[in-house]
């Protein structure tokens, strides 16, 4: 069975510094890959996600992701931290055949100082 | 963009009372997701919907059941609350297979049985 880990409950960063989050998956196959955002008392907003094709994606808000099949991960990154971003952060995969679902990672709440 | 609409952003319930927590899509979406979502366990898939009076067992079904009589609507149906129940709900819904597509969520519907 596919499984997700978010080694990181909790992350701390200062405004204007950059954020990195882990995010590493269990699958035979390649995987479909996402990052959700959560704000406080709202639902997930889809960061980014990848398919195929370039290991580097790009998402929304400034965020980026890079997959690495070596390493089974799908770090979140982002160079520059705003306020705003802080929230709550979810990793997800997702199978290729039809009639699958996503499976989630713990998330990653991340708070920023100013 | 897909709406996802939960009726409900914040429920208070006694013991024992029969709950609907109801969700409603607005893009055709064939397939349908309830989640619990609780702190440091990510999400859990409760049960899940390809089609119309079509369901699935998730991961965490004990406890609840579901109705999808019309496309745009998926009702996830406590039969008997408990107060082990306390927690998020959150309705998504995808096109097609989720893998590629991911999920659109709703607000979420925060549920206190006492």
């Known amino acids: 069975a596919q499984s997700v880990t978010q080694p990181d409950i909790h992350i701390t960063v200062s405004e204007g510094a950059s954020l990195e989050l882990r995010c590493n998956y269990s699958y035979g196959a390649t995987p479909y890959l996402f990052w959700y955002v959560q704000s406080p008392g709202q639902g997930l907003q889809l960061l980014l996600k990848y398919f195929s094709g370039d290991t580097l994606v790009q998402g929304i808000k400034g965020f980026e992701a890079e997959f690495k099949r070596s390493q089974s991960s799908f770090n979140l990154r982002k160079p520059s931290v705003h306020w705003s971003d802080a929230a709550e952060y979810f990793c997800?995969?997702?199978?290729?055949?039809?009639?699958?679902?996503?499976?989630f990672g713990g998330g990653t709440r991340v708070l920023v100082k100013p | 963009d897909v709406k996802v609409t939960q009726s409900s952003r914040y429920l208070v319930k006694r013991t024992g009372e029969k709950v609907f927590l109801e969700c409603v899509q607005d893009?055709?979406?064939?397939?349908m997701f309830w989640y619990r979502q609780d702190p440091g366990l990510g999400l859990r898939l409760i049960y899940f919907s390809y089609d119309v009076k079509m369901k699935e067992k998730g991961d965490i079904p004990e406890g609840y059941s579901v109705s999808r009589e019309k496309k745009e609507r998926f009702s996830l149906i406590l039969e008997s609350a408990s107060t082990n129940q306390t927690s998020m709900y959150l309705c998504?819904?995808?096109?097609?297979?989720?893998?590629?597509?991911?999920?659109?969520f709703g607000s979420g519907t925060r549920l206190t049985v006492v």
């Open positions: 893009m055709d979406h064939e397939n």
């Open positions: 997800a995969v997702g199978q290729g055949a039809a009639g699958n679902k996503l499976t």
């Open positions: 998504a819904s995808s096109l097609g297979n989720p893998g590629p597509y991911g999920y659109t």
